[in-house]
């Protein structure tokens, strides 16, 4: 790894991918966790999980665990984005990718290197069970009888939202024996052409100009929404809000879902459409490495004071006018649960410092870049000879050299300014094993979002 020292680093790297207990994994700044991930993810050859503190750096890890591990499947498992025991529920656009992994990881999934990415907040929050999202799919293929009420009806129990015209995840649209539908789990929406009640033909087609793309032979759907209304679930949840609340009174939300329709907001009473709840612990194989973002647990407990301080104040003063929050243990995790679910799994600890060691300690040797802080201080230093000059010594000393840019036009734009001061001829590398394998004398640009700092 860092240090250079190439049978340290290769030992250092098979306990961090086949240890069986916790780890903290030290000397190990942002950006350069991706790298070690995608290392062992690898190495592992199976689905592993990264918990980021918050959604911004989520996406920030995304990007770079890419780069580092071009052709791995990326799993992403959003928090909902709306606040606890808001009037309304995750954006649709959030509640499909939920549903779409927790649907893969409901199916299971073959052995072979996957990472899920989730955050703190993602993690507190209870999902269905299991075996409700397992049951909630519908498939056909090219020559199979399909009854257009069974279509409409599957897509009212499961969240989709008719439109005139299909152009996002879980809308569809009925024209006759045509059905538009947009899967929550795919790239494109599907266009299902019936001949009376037998599917002729299946075709993706562009969102945008509506025309067709390719001919498929099947098509799944999966949920939309983390609420499944059927006919169970609607007097689960009338006997479950009145046990809860009492009577309704005029409730529009109780109104509307004994009705079998859907209201917003209608997901923080999720425990009341299911016999249980679940986690996302409950979807993952037992042996899945869970790492946590440094800060995680920070970030965790931040959440569940922002959760008792929500429930708190709609107890107080909503009640009155028809918002029954549910209390909070039933909706999320508590730090003790949090604790015991990692207790019993692989986990592995990120911190970009370099604590005191200890047997569960993993120095990892890495060290924030030089920011050049001093230079810029100073107006008679030309920042860009500087790096030059910087970089000119790396390279002297044997180190790789990558300049990281946010963007394709800013790696280019640096490239300029570098060859005016006399690097020239800087390629542009397109993922982590294109650079290694390039002459480790000649520096290289790349595109990925490392920590500046």
């Known amino acids: 790894m860092a240090d250079g020292n190439t049978?340290?680093?290769?030992?250092?790297?098979?306990?961090?991918?086949?240890?069986?207990?916790?780890?903290?994994?030290?000397?190990?700044p942002e950006g350069f966790d991706a790298l070690v991930m995608a290392d062992l993810v690898r190495a592992r050859k199976n689905l592993a999980v990264f918990v980021a503190r918050d959604g911004t750096r989520l996406s920030a890890f995304v990007d770079s665990f890419r780069f580092f591990a071009q052709?791995?499947?990326?799993?992403?498992?959003?928090?909902?984005?709306?606040?606890?025991?808001?009037?309304?529920?995750?954006?649709?656009?959030?509640?499909?990718?939920?549903?779409a992994t927790l649907s893969r990881l409901a199916e299971g999934l073959d052995r072979r290197p996957r990472l899920l990415v989730t955050t703190s907040a993602a993690l507190l929050q209870r999902v269905?069970?299991?075996?409700?999202?397992?049951?909630?799919?519908?498939?056909a293929r090219a020559g199979a009888t399909v009854q257009i009420a069974d279509l409409e009806r599957y897509f009212a129990v499961n969240g989709y939202q008719r439109a005139s015209t299909v152009s996002e995840k879980g809308e569809f649209a009925i024209r006759g024996g045509v059905i538009d539908v947009f899967p929550?789990?795919?790239?494109?929406?599907?266009?299902?052409?019936?001949?009376?009640?037998?599917?002729?033909?299946?075709?993706?087609?562009?969102?945008?100009t509506q025309r067709s793309t390719r001919q498929l032979k099947d098509v799944s759907l999966l949920p939309v929404s983390e609420a499944l209304v059927d006919k169970a679930a609607v007097s689960r949840f009338r006997s479950g809000y009145l046990e809860a609340f009492g009577a309704?009174?005029?409730?529009?939300?109780?109104?509307?879902?004994?009705?079998?329709?859907?209201?917003?907001?209608?997901?923080?009473?999720?425990?009341?459409?299911?016999?249980?709840?679940?986690?996302?612990?409950?979807?993952?194989?037992?042996?899945?490495?869970?790492a946590l973002d440094h800060l995680a647990r920070d970030s965790r407990d931040e959440r569940l004071a922002m959760i008792d301080d929500?429930?708190?104040s709609r107890a107080a003063t909503e009640r009155r006018i028809h918002y029954h929050p549910l209390e909070p243990?039933?909706?999320?995790?508590?730090?003790?649960?949090?604790?015991?679910?990692?207790?019993?799994?692989?986990?592995?600890?990120?911190?970009?410092?370099?604590?005191?060691?200890?047997?569960?300690?993993?120095?990892?040797?890495?060290?924030?870049?030089?920011?050049?802080?001093?230079?810029?201080?100073?107006?008679?230093?030309?920042?860009?000879?500087?790096?030059?000059?910087?970089?000119?010594?790396?390279?002297?000393?044997?180190?790789?050299?990558?300049?990281?840019?946010?963007?394709?036009?800013?790696?280019?734009?640096?490239?300029h300014m570098l060859a005016d001061h006399g690097l020239k001829r800087l390629p542009l590398a397109p993922y982590w094993d294109a650079?290694?394998?390039?002459?480790?004398?000649?520096?290289?640009?790349?595109?990925?979002?490392?920590?500046?700092?």
């Open 7 to 28: 049978a340290n680093a290769a030992a250092r790297m098979r306990r961090v991918a086949d240890d069986p207990g916790g780890l903290d994994l030290i000397g190990a």
């Open 71 to 99: 052709g791995v499947e990326v799993l992403p498992f959003p928090a909902w984005d709306c606040l606890p025991y808001d009037r309304v529920g995750p954006s649709a656009g959030v509640a499909a990718q939920r549903m």
């Open 128 to 139: 269905p069970p299991l075996e409700a999202v397992k049951g909630a799919g519908y498939s």
């Open 184 to 208: 929550p789990g795919s790239d494109e929406p599907v266009r299902l052409d019936l001949f009376g009640d037998t599917l002729e033909s299946i075709r993706a087609f562009d969102p945008e």
């Open 248 to 290: 309704p009174g005029d409730d529009p939300l109780y109104a509307a879902i004994s009705e079998g329709g859907r209201r917003a907001g209608m997901e923080h009473y999720l425990p009341l459409f299911y016999p249980k709840m679940a986690s996302l612990f409950d979807y993952l194989p037992a042996e899945a490495v869970i």
């Open 310 to 312: 929500a429930y708190e």
């Open 329 to 415: 243990s039933r909706l999320y995790l508590d730090a003790e649960e949090w604790d015991k679910a990692l207790a019993g799994r692989p986990t592995r600890r990120f911190s970009a410092f370099h604590e005191a060691e200890s047997d569960a300690a993993v120095d990892l040797g890495a060290r924030a870049g030089r920011n050049f802080s001093a230079e810029r201080k100073l107006d008679s230093v030309n920042l860009f000879a500087a790096t030059v000059d910087h970089a000119r010594k790396l390279s002297a000393a044997g180190k790789r050299v990558l300049f990281a840019s946010w963007s394709e036009g800013s790696s280019e734009r640096l490239g």
């Open 435 to 453: 650079a290694k394998a390039a002459d480790p004398k000649n520096p290289q640009r790349v595109v990925l979002p490392l920590d500046a700092g």
